[in-house]
Nanobody
Framework: QAQLAESGGGLVQAGDSLRLSCAAS????????AAWFRQAPGKERERVVY????????VYGDSVKGRFTVSRDIAKNTMYLQMNDLKPDDTAVYTC?????????????WGKGTQVTVSS
């Protein structure tokens, strides 16, 4: 079965950096469109970045532009999210998803998420 597993979250101070990993099995990041989402208590679920790998396209949300960078390692079948200059508003559970359904913001596969907490 297709599975995604996130890791790399933690508790950091404002201005620190983290790199999240999303290891896939049963699906591949070679061609499968993917995204990172986050959700915090009292806030709407937000797609922070999404990819169209075959076209080399990456689209970041306004709140993370210039601070977050998504990448992939095809050999390891892993997607990464490098997060720099973290802010308290970045605190959330981060989830990787893959297999975009049509042109929507919904995906066929997702992981359980990893917690990122940024203190002031």
């Amino acid at each position: 079965q297709a599975q995604l597993a996130e890791s790399g979250g933690g508790l950091v101070q404002a201005g620190d950096s983290l790199r999240l990993s999303c290891a896939a099995s049963g699906v591949t990041f070679r061609t499968l469109d993917a995204a990172w989402f986050r959700q915090a208590p009292g806030k709407e679920r937000e797609r922070v970045v999404y990819t169209i790998w075959t076209g080399g396209n990456v689209v970041y949300g306004d709140s993370v532009k210039g601070r977050f960078t998504v990448s992939r390692d095809i050999a390891k079948n892993t997607m990464y999210l490098q997060m720099n200059d973290l802010k308290p508003d970045d605190t959330a559970v981060y989830t990787c998803e893959a297999g975009r359904i049509g042109k929507s913001n919904k995906y066929r596969y997702w992981g359980k998420g990893t917690q990122v907490t940024v203190s002031s």
